[in-house]
């Protein structure tokens, strides 16, 4: 059964920061592209990051270039998002996806497996 659990969200002010984790198992991690989604209630689940098997191909939407940093541990089965200079729009349910796909990109429709999500609030 594979599980994807996610922690480290939480509530900071703007300009703070916060590191999420989702840990991956049921799996074999190093075959999977992992991604950061996230969610407002009523808005479609947006595409905030994603990196690929071997780390080498990182991407992100722009709002979020410079400030996030996507990065994963294959030893641990974990996957990670620095959050840097947080702004209230950023307040939303991040959640941790996985894609056995090679050619896995930015619809969530390309992803296999998800987590739960953890919730990310960002006060000005």
């Known amino acids: 059964q594979v599980q994807l659990v996610e922690s480290g969200g939480g509530q900071v002010q703007a300009g703070g920061s916060l590191r999420l984790s989702c840990v991956a198992s049921?799996?074999?991690?190093?075959?999977?592209?992992m991604a950061w989604f996230r969610q407002v209630p009523g808005k479609e689940r947006e595409f905030v990051s994603s990196i690929r098997r071997g780390s080498e191909n990182v991407n992100y939407v722009d709002p979020v270039k410079g400030r996030f940093t996507i990065s994963r541990d294959n030893v641990k089965n974990t996957v990670y998002l620095q959050m840097n200079s947080l702004k209230p729009e950023d307040t939303a349910v991040y959640l941790c996806a996985a894609a056995s796909s090679w050619l896995a990109g930015t619809d969530p429709i390309d992803y296999d497996y998800w987590g739960q999500g953890t919730q990310v609030t960002v006060s000005s």
């Open positions: 049921g799996l074999t991690f190093i075959r999977y592209s």
